[in-house]
Every structure is written in C-alpha cells, then in structure tokens.
C-alpha cells in the first residue's frame, strides 16, 4: 500500500511540474505585440501605382490552417481531434489553393494561415500561399497565434502554433498596418490562445484618398462576448476615423458573429444542441452596409465531421462597407464545406 502511495504522489508531483513548467515556459515566450506596426509589404506582384475607376472584386475566407476540412473534427468544439491526417492537411491545402485559383478576385483576405505549426504538419502555408500566387499577387501577413508550445489535448498535444491573416492584392499598397485587439482571455488561458489582431492595407486612388482593406478575425470560445465587445468598439474607432478622411473602406473576414439581425440558425440542418451565435448590434455603425449572402452558410460545427445533412451550419464570415462604396454583386461559394470549417465569401464592388 505504502508503494502504492508513493507511485501516486511522485506521478501528482510530476503532473504539477509539467502543468506550470508548460504556464512558466508559456509566460517567459509570451507573443506580447506592441498596440500598432508597420507590417512589410511582399512586392512580388505586378503593382498597379493607383486604382482607377472600375468595378473591383474581393473574396474572404477562413482556410482553418488546411486542418479543418470535411473529414475533421477539433477538439475544442467537442470533437476528438487535434488534427486529422497529414495526407488530408495535404489534400485540404491543395483544394484551398485551387479553389482560390478557381475564384479569382483583386482582393483576397484569409485567416487562418499556418506558417510552420505542429497542427498543420509544419507546412509553410503563408509562404507557399505567397510563392503560388506571386506572379499576380502582392501580399502581406500579419501574426495573430504565436505559442511555442500549447500543452493540450494532453495526450497529443498541439505543439508550436504560428498562425495569422494575409492579405493579398493585385494592386500595390502604400502602407500596412497591424492592430493589436483589446481584450484578453484570464490567466492562464491567455498565454494559450490567439492575440487578435486587424491587418490594414492601404491601396492609393488617383483622387489622393485610400481604399482600405482591413481583414478581421475576431474572438471565439468568447461565450459573454467581452472580449468581442472590445474588439468590435477598437474597429469602430478605426473605421470611422478612416472614413472621416475621406477614404474608401472594406472590412471582411471572419466575425465569429452573425451580422445584425441575421438569426443564427436560418441556415440550419443540423440540431445546433448547445450551440449559439451572438449578432453584431444593429447600431454599431449607422448607414454602413453589412454584405452577405443569405442562401449560403460559411462555418460549420465541428463537433464531428461534415455530414451534409446533420452538422449545424450558420454565417459568420461577411463583410462591412463605407457608404461611399458600391457593391454590385455578393455570392457565398458553397464547396460543401471539403477544405475548411469555412466557405469563402466573394463580392465586387466601385467606388462611388
């Protein structure tokens, strides 16, 4: 009995030495970005000096970092896995690459963009995102995950996560910006997870103004919606201050909120069991327009692998637009949700 005891104190002790050696290791590597930086700018592209007077096109999407596509679960939504396997991340990657072939758009904002991450197979997403289109593409990226090692799912651990938001354009940007979000998770579950952020290019017009394309990924696992509400009031801040210079604005990516009024569940097959999706307010941003398509969902549940006609589907990636933009046209593109727990959103718009 007495060794018995001894085997179930050492095995204790060995636990709390993993738990806060991984909370010590986590605290002195902490991702800890000042409040605003200068991102650098990949000038592969063809760069256009200014945009002229025409109808444009932009496209988002949410690519789950190639590790979330038909066959997966996660972990984190009720699932059991971490990752699936490195042969479907692989298949995953290859269609999210062809389908933005397939899709071709002037603007094209993602998340969730791995570079070097366990989860992911240590594949160089950003970079051979980057390298496949750089031929038409200028691009740029900005971190929003970065942690050297993430302790959980105990048994198979995540490991090292270096994620973020790129943005590609075919026309040249002046100027990039990243804006660290306001918010954090509690101790110690914000040394874990994402440090938000907005990644903001600036494309020159022939007028002397800006259009301006901020790519969005905001909280998730976020249930009160605190760490949303300060984000959302940060963009506020940026988009009017932006708008007041006369410059022209998009904002597209993933929300991880319905649009106002949109009801989370108008798109539904599956039974949402637990689940539920706050809305943006109604007045977050007077006489701005917020652009989807209600005949497309763009997440899915990852609670188990896609099932047609069983997973709960809703709307959360979308876009909000300056009064002084036009949009002609928004489709969601339905790929039956085969390479991401996302579906991409392309609209085209002018400038008035």
């Not at 072939?101 to 366990?118: H, R, T, W, Y």
């Not at 994620?163 to 998770?185: C, D, I, Y």
């Not at 998009?250 to 949402?272: M, T, V």
Request: neutral net charge; glycine residues 6%; contains cysteine.
């Amino acid at each position: 009995m007495k060794m018995l005891i001894k085997i179930i104190v050492i095995l204790i002790v060995l636990m709390l030495i993993y738990i806060i050696g991984n909370i010590v290791y986590a605290k002195i590597t902490y991702f800890n970005p000042a409040t605003i930086e200068s991102i650098s700018i990949n000038n592969n592209a063809k760069a256009i000096d200014s945009i002229k007077d025409k109808e444009y096109s932009a496209l988002i999407w949410n690519i789950g970092y190639s590790g979330l596509g038909k066959e997966a679960d996660f972990f984190y939504d009720g699932g059991k896995m971490m990752q699936p396997s490195e042969s479907l991340v692989n298949k995953y990657f290859e269609g999210i690459l062809n389908t933005i072939e397939q899709n071709p758009a002037d603007f094209i904002l993602l998340q969730e963009v791995d570079s070097f991450s366990k989860r992911s197979y240590y594949i160089e997403e950003m970079n051979l995102i980057k390298n496949t289109f750089s031929s038409a593409y200028q691009s740029t990226f900005a971190l929003n995950y970065k942690v050297n090692y993430i302790p959980q799912p105990w048994l198979k651990p995540m490991g090292r996560v270096n994620s973020g938001l790129m943005t590609l354009s075919k026309f040249e940007a002046n100027k990039t910006v990243r804006h660290q979000l306001p918010g954090e998770f509690d101790f110690p579950k914000q040394l874990f997870f994402l440090r938000r952020c907005l990644l903001v290019n600036y494309y020159p017009l022939a007028n002397g103004k800006n259009l301006v394309m901020v790519n969005i990924h905001n909280s998730a696992y976020d249930d009160e919606g605190k760490l949303k509400k300060q984000e959302m009031e940060y963009l506020k801040t940026i988009l009017n201050d932006e708008y007041i210079k006369g410059n022209y604005i998009i904002c597209g990516g993933d929300w991880n909120q319905c649009p106002p009024q949109f009801p989370y569940n108008q798109l539904a097959k599956g039974k949402e069991g637990d689940y539920l999706q706050t809305n943006v307010d109604v007045d977050f941003i007077p006489n701005w327009q917020w652009i989807f398509d209600t005949k497309t969902p763009t997440n899915r549940k990852n609670d188990k692998p896609f099932d047609t006609e069983k997973t709960f589907v809703t709307l959360i990636d979308f876009y909000l637009v300056s009064p002084n933009i036009e949009v002609t046209s928004c489709k969601g593109i339905s790929n039956n949700f085969e390479f991401s727990d996302h579906q991409p959103v392309a609209i085209t718009f002018k400038l008035k």
